[in-house]
């Protein structure tokens, strides 16, 4: 192999590499809509904000939702207002109270 073939396969090789990486510069990560979770995007049923009504955010609360489902949610602000949420964070045991 001769020094000039070698450069050009180097030369080649440089370029691809070049258009591979500005490629993926141009993804620039996940889109919003990936990193926020689905229920986020999307205002709250009635139900989970009946639910709610009367509690404080972290109470778990029981009711059906729109399709009939049962659930067994936590209240938590989505916007201005308190609605049951899955995925909420709660303690696993209540402190009994005195």
Known sequence: MTTSSLIGRLA????LSTICWSALAQTGGPSSAETTPPQAAKPPEQQAIDA???????DRVRFTDAK????HWACAMVGDVLAARSGVATAAIKPKAK
């Open 68 to 71: 009939g489902k049962k659930r």
């Open 12 to 15: 080649s090789l440089a370029a």
């Open 52 to 58: 709610c009504k009367d509690k404080k955010a972290g």
